[in-house]
């Protein structure tokens, strides 16, 4: 039985992205399903594992965690032998690889959450779209994204050359807008368009998509 559990749902971008660093490192893990209709969330037993009341909750043996980035980055750290390395030895490469993974949680996420809630999550629960809203927070995305196409016009992923944990942060956001209206910011600049085709396509993102059928 494996040690690692998560629990979480397979609709919550921040589980998500636990589950993609799993996938990544090849790391067998149990999940662990919490139904958030019911509230399962906010109340005993999961509320012991997150005292936040928010999915996803981690444990790896004794180890219990909250806080998905938190917790991709023991992922990374505590098994940087297996699958694919997702942070970097290099002290300086490493500094470079953190300001774009401070990017992805400071200035690309609190924009892209917003219009996956707006167009990707209302939708599924019957409720209306706010389109003042979608419109506010496409221009700040786009801003975000303009600094993305020229970063990604002289690197191949966020962080340098390989793929890392700095560019799987985004994928579940991205997941959700690149099936709504929103996709045009995407695939408008060709860059970020490109990069987003890449990291979208890796097979480990496939097997994140696969936990919801």
Known sequence: M???KVYGSTFSTAAMRVFAALYEKDIEFEFVPVDMRAGEHKKAPFISLNPFGQVPAFEDGDLKLFESRAITQYIAHEYFDKGTQLVIRDSKKMAILSVWTEVEGQKFDPA???LTWELGIKPLLGKPTDSAVVEEYEAKLAAV???YEARLAQSKYLGGDSFTMADLH?????????GTQSKK???SRPHVSAWVADITARPAWNKVIAMRS
């Open 145 to 147: 994204l303009d600094v």
């Open 185 to 187: 910011l995407f695939e």
């Open 2 to 4: 494996a040690t690692i």
């Open 170 to 178: 985004h994928l579940p956001t991205i997941n959700y807008l690149m």
């Open 112 to 114: 892209a959450s917003k």
